[in-house]
């Protein structure tokens, strides 16, 4: 199983950036997909999640700001960006979940700086 997450960057406060990750090695459209963040000294925690069944929820500190949303055809779960602000820098990280099967990208950093 290989989840790769990609689309990370450094970026000005207020813009904007689309992480992807692609799945192989699972039938991508049985898992739930998340997208978490660990930022230095933090815990990891939950940024948004879709469920196989396209339902969505976000932290309430992306809400209204983060989009999450999967392609089923690529295998691919997206998170698009919008208005960054400094405190979202953090490692992003992509996870499957199904029951006890759960996977782990191997994370693709954020930096929002002027």
């Known amino acids: 199983v290989q989840l790769q997450a990609s689309g990370g960057g450094l970026v000005q406060p207020g813009g904007s950036l689309r992480l992807s990750c692609a799945a192989s090695?699972?039938?991508?459209?049985?898992?739930?997909m998340n997208w978490y963040r660990q930022a230095p000294g933090k815990e990891r925690e939950l940024v948004a999640g879709i469920r196989k069944g396209g339902q969505t929820n976000y932290a309430d500190s992306v809400q209204g700001r983060f989009t999450i949303s999967r392609t089923n055809t690529n295998n691919s779960v997206y998170l698009q960006m919008n208005m960054l602000k400094p405190e979202d820098t953090a490692v992003y990280y992509c996870?499957?979940?199904?029951?006890?099967?759960?996977?782990w990208g191997q994370g693709t950093q954020v930096t929002v700086s002027s």
């Open positions: 996870r499957a979940d199904r029951g006890r099967s759960i996977y």
């Open positions: 090695g699972i039938i991508f459209s049985w898992y739930d």
